[in-house]
């Protein structure tokens, strides 16, 4: 199903394909947007390393069922580096009956590969909420 769906080559254009790809409800759509060793931050402050890891802390919220709700508040460029800082949530009744309600306030950190698409270097969908210690 990634296949489907267009790396963004502008880095305005990440957040948008973030949407589209969180929205499919499929792991496979959101890796081809991180480096092969990027870092995910958790919630708690600890990191998770690379597409397998990163695909199983995805995995759970994708589940929900739910949309995200994403809009950049700033995109900051020097070279092929870019910080996205952006508004999240995810909120309904999940499949399981559940309500869920959870978002934040991200600042990610994104370079355009050799090959001109911009993917995540650091994913840090809490920015800078209080947790756990700097790892």
């Given at each position: 199903m990634s296949d489907s769906f267009l790396?963004?080559?502008?880095?305005?254009q990440v957040v948008p394909s973030l949407v589209e790809r969180f929205n499919s409800g499929e792991v496979s759509a959101m890796?081809?947007?991180?480096?092969?060793?990027?870092?995910?931050?958790?919630?708690d402050g600890s990191t998770?390393?690379?597409?397998?890891?990163?695909?199983?802390?995805?995995?759970?919220?994708?589940?929900?069922?739910?949309?995200?709700?994403?809009?950049a508040r700033h995109v900051f460029v020097a070279g092929d580096l870019a910080e996205i800082v952006l508004d999240w949530a995810i909120e309904g009744t999940g499949r399981d009956g559940e309500h869920v309600q959870f978002g934040g306030t991200a600042c990610d950190v994104l370079r355009r590969g050799a090959d001109g698409f911009w993917r995540y270097v650091i994913d840090n969908n809490q920015g800078t909420a209080m947790r756990g210690g700097a790892r």
């Open positions: 790396l963004p080559t502008d880095p305005e890796l081809p947007l991180y480096e092969a060793d990027a870092v995910l931050v958790m919630r998770v390393t690379g597409h397998t890891a990163i695909a199983g802390q995805l995995e759970p919220d994708l589940k929900h069922g739910l949309p995200l709700d994403a809009k």
